[in-house]
């Protein structure tokens, strides 16, 4: 009962319903995937799963056409991160906001071409669309991986000494970040590998996934997002001085990127 009522709360929220969406349209693929490639007498069924894997997806696309404002909101709140003390963070932070909030107009002028509202070709916007979300990736990869070597200097450090004087829970805090950091970046690697694959044939490893590796791949970054989700939810913790403040949760109306898929799903 606890758990229905977790999961009914959940699901209340835009954020909820959409990394259930994502994570139900990833599963689908994976299973529908594995089943038309290795079981033909279940070929039927993976078909079926992957049609609904691709209902799942339009339906994301489009209650995205209305995600443009709150990432609006947070880039100008964010500014060009003037209460960031380390440099670093603050440049791929402001770079990451912009390619976020550019990829919004994007996936939404492909999809009114692929509706037929617009009289354009969809395929440039959805790569020009995928391609900002590989920056976004990437900046998000960079800024996690400089977290992670910066907190774990920061505690292996002389003056770590004097963080132990500390309350308990300073030090369980920057433990808990750099679990988090750890986790975004395994779960931004997911998804980069994905955003790769829907690039136009020719670069690095385009076109060339199999729909169940697809699958794999966005079930476990939307696994992790779910999991950091739920921590988030149940505790809370601070953010050492100086060292970034974007949650990781991955929503704009938190402080980073929406997590998504590309447009092959």
């Known amino acids: 009962m606890v758990a229905m009522s977790g999961l009914a709360s959940a699901l209340e929220s835009y954020r909820g319903r959409d990394r259930l969406m994502r994570t139900l349209g990833y599963c689908c693929q994976l299973v529908g995937g594995v089943l038309v490639e290795q079981c ?6 993976g ?5 609904l894997s691709s209902q799942l997806s339009h339906c994301r696309t489009v209650l995205r056409l209305f995600d443009d404002v709150a990432m609006f909101v947070h880039t100008k709140q964010y500014g060009l991160g003037a209460e960031e003390e380390a440099i670093f963070v603050r440049c791929v932070s402001v770079l990451g906001n912009l390619a976020d909030q550019l990829y919004y107009p994007c996936e939404h002028v492909a999809w009114a071409a692929d509706a037929k509202i617009l009289h354009v070709e969809s395929a440039p916007w959805l790569t020009l ?3 900002l ?3 976004s990736l990437l900046l998000g990869i960079a800024r996690s991986l400089w977290m ?3 907190l774990r200097q920061r505690l292996r450090s002389p003056l770590a000494a004097l963080t ?3 309350p308990q829970g300073k030090r369980r805090a920057v433990e808990a970040q750099i679990r988090s950091e750890a986790l975004t970046l395994l779960s931004n690697l997911a998804d980069l590998a994905n955003a790769v694959h829907w690039l136009p ?3 690095l490893w385009a076109g060339r996934f199999r729909p169940w590796l697809v699958g794999l791949l966005g079930t476990i970054s939307s696994l992790l997002s779910m999991y950091q989700a739920a921590g ?3 505790q809370a913790y601070a953010t050492p001085d100086g060292l970034g403040s974007r949650n990781p949760d991955g929503d704009p109306s938190h402080g980073a990127a929406i997590a998504r898929e590309g447009p092959g799903l």
């Not at 078909?47 to 049609?51: F, K």
């Open 201 to 203: 044939p020719g670069i």
């Open 129 to 131: 669309s995928t391609a």
């Open 47 to 51: 078909t079926r799963l992957l049609a």
């Open 232 to 234: 988030a939810g149940s």
């Open 148 to 150: 992670v070597l910066k």
């Open 164 to 166: 132990s004087r500390l």
């Open 40 to 45: 033909p007498a279940r070929s039927e069924v």
């Open 133 to 135: 979300w590989g920056l």
